[in-house]
């Protein structure tokens, strides 16, 4: 009896309805992707305690030999040399794991991106019932995307997005909406995802008026992630592509900002 409540139930939802066996396929593979997510975790904090251990290592090795230096012995000199040959092999250690952190960051923030997403379109396709069902017209469907990105609806616009560009991927605002997703997630300061928005707008509408405004945010999210170097390329890219774009003396002025802040390892991880 309960089943036939169920069937019954979902032959009536305006949104459709998840079997058992979907709902459990869903929630599996939401797991799996947290699953993954703390495997990264859990590797990012074994190279950091490997770098805490590198560097007490280093500080030993430093207080050594300022003892050695302070006594009066005939094998000072040898002794000198060779814990400055230990100095400069743990130094290169030191070095080589802060740049295998880096990339491991790096990967990470990309790796957590792209399974935010998946966990966020997996979550909506869910709870889909629950959501306001989707304005039909593609004018009534972009207007009502617009009014929860302006009253900061971050998901509810994306959602609201999304369903544009699939709907309507030839229409003249299809772009303007790839774009907006971009927006929601950077309202969450969510940079990563945000650059994976903008980069689509970019591949998949190049000429289009908002092709330059993913470019110059694309820099802006690499910047707050402090991936400098990725930053420079996009700004001196939109440089070259748009050379007429409305954000040329901004991209200008950020990459002085650059410039600068590259020679600073809190401002810059690459």
Known sequence: MRSIGLFAACSFALAGCLTLEDGKNLHDEIQSVKDMSTKNEQRAELLAKEMDEQLKRLKTVIDDATKVVTRNSADVGLTVQKLQTDLGQVSGRIDDLQHAQDALTKQFQDYRASSDTKLEQLTNSMTAAKTPPVPETPDALFSEADKRLGASQWADARRLYEAFVNRYPTDARAAKAQFNIGEAYAGEKRYANAIGAYTKVVDNFPKSDVAPDAMYKNGLAFYQLKYCSDAKVYFQELLKRYPKNNWK???????????????NK?????
């Open 266 to 270: 809190t401002a810059c991880s690459s």
């Open 249 to 263: 003396a901004q991209a200008n002025e950020q990459l002085k900002n650059l410039a600068k802040d590259q020679k």
